[in-house]
Structure formats: C-alpha cells, structure tokens
C-alpha cells in the first residue's frame, strides 16, 4: 500500500468538463508534488507546493490549476483539457523539498486521465 | 543542466541470474541518485540512494547499486533476478548544490523482463 493516496484512481472526461484530482499524504511531508506520466515515459514536473506555497510551475498551461489548502491535501482542477492531456497523473510527496534534497519523494499510484 | 542517461530501453534475462540496470548522470555539482522502480498501473515506488559515503548502496527487494565517481554512474544489480522484478527502473538525479533548481531529474525508464 502506497501512502500517498491520489482518487479517482481512473477519470474521462470531455473537453469542456470541469474536474478536479486529489492527494492526500499523512506523512508530514511539507512537500508536495504533481507529475505527468505518459506510457513508458518518465514522469514529467508540472508543479511543486513548499509548505503550501507554490514554488515551482514548469510553464503548465493555465487549464491545469493547482491548488494546496493544507499541509496533507493537493488538488489539481482541470478545465477544458485537450486529448493530448491524457496521461497517468502522479502525485509526490517528500519531507521537506530544497532543505532535505537527499529525501526520496514518495509516489502515490496515479490518476488515469482520459480526455474525449 | 543535469541528465540521466539510461542507455538501454529493455533489459531481458531469465531468473535466477544476475541483472544490472545502467544508469550515467550528469551534473554541476555532487549527486544525489536514486533509482525507482515503477510496476504496471502503479506509482514509482523508491529502491534505493546514494547520498555520501559508501559506494555501494543496498536497497529494497535485494537491489544494490554502486556510485562511480570517475564514470559518473550509479547501476543497479541484484545477484538473482525474480520474474517478480519485471517492471519499469528509472535513475533519477538531484544535484546537491542546487543546480536546475533542486528538481529531480529522470532518466527515460528500463523495461526489465524476467523470464523464467
């Protein structure tokens, strides 16, 4: 079992839905994480929350938006995706993220996002 | 900028064998490395590190992995492979100074099959 918890496990959705995807960690990790993962490819950054604060976006069009209400808590809200936005969406967490940067990030087992 | 190479896309041998998975990086900086191991309709789940110190490093599952400084690799073994081990290794690499803004980078993945 992985502990950190992502749901849907599997989503479609059509390209004028809103949607939103959760994780949540109960690890005290300050320190949290969304990837993109397509099939047999590594997973790509998109965000980075740093003690709920976002620190990092790796230029992530505006139709994904982040969100982190809480230390435990991450939501990723989705609008008017595209098909090329169909991929296994990851979220991580680690203790801390630049001060503890020999902490492995623990991975929770993803999203199957398919856009129609 | 910091890369991971991992020169094969698929590494097949039959159990009870011995298995290495290559990894080479690259960075300004010292290494962290990490090797994850990603089974189907999963999340990555963390095998191993190497921080500082000794150069061989053991891990979950058996897996080992020796640092190179000189070759600037980190490959992972394990002296007898299971067809349980069958899955998808990603090396990943944070420099230890900060450079490309701490972020963890991967390598494309090694499909490893384990035949029996």
């Known amino acids: 079992d992985t502990e950190v918890t992502q749901t849907p496990k599997h989503l479609v959705m059509g390209m004028t839905n809103k949607k939103s995807l959760k994780c949540e960690q109960h690890?005290?990790?300050?320190?949290m994480y969304w990837y993109k993962q397509k099939a047999k490819k590594p997973p790509e950054l998109m965000f980075v929350?740093?003690?709920?604060?976002?620190?990092i976006n790796e230029s992530v069009p505006s139709r994904f938006s982040p969100e982190c209400p809480n230390s435990s808590l991450l939501n990723l809200h989705l609008h008017a995706l595209q098909p090329e936005d169909s991929a296994l969406y990851l979220c991580?967490?680690?203790?801390?993220?630049?001060?503890?940067?020999?902490?492995?990030?623990?991975f929770g087992d993803g999203t199957r996002l398919s856009i129609l | 900028a910091q890369s991971v190479a991992q020169p094969e896309d698929q590494v097949n041998v039959a159990e009870g064998n011995p298995l290495t998975v290559k990894c080479t990086y690259s960075?300004?900086?010292?290494?962290?490395l990490f090797w994850y191991v990603q089974y189907p309709n999963r999340g990555l789940q963390f095998l191993l590190k190497?921080?500082?110190?000794?150069?061989l490093v053991k891990g979950s599952y058996g897996f080992e992995a020796e640092f190179n400084k000189s070759q600037t690799s980190f490959h992972l073994k394990k002296p007898s492979a299971l067809v349980s081990d069958s899955a998808l290794y990603f090396c990943?690499?944070?420099?230890?100074?900060?450079?490309?803004?701490?972020?963890?980078?991967f390598g494309k993945g090694t499909l490893l099959t384990v035949n029996p």
């Open positions: 991580a967490s680690s203790p801390r993220d630049r001060e503890y940067s020999n902490q492995p990030q623990h």
């Open positions: 690890m005290g990790h300050r320190a």
């Open positions: 960075v300004s900086g010292n290494p962290y």
């Open positions: 190497y921080i500082t110190g000794d150069n």
């Open positions: 929350y740093s003690y709920e604060k976002l620190s």
């Open positions: 990943a690499v944070r420099d230890v100074s900060g450079g490309s803004n701490y972020k963890l980078t």
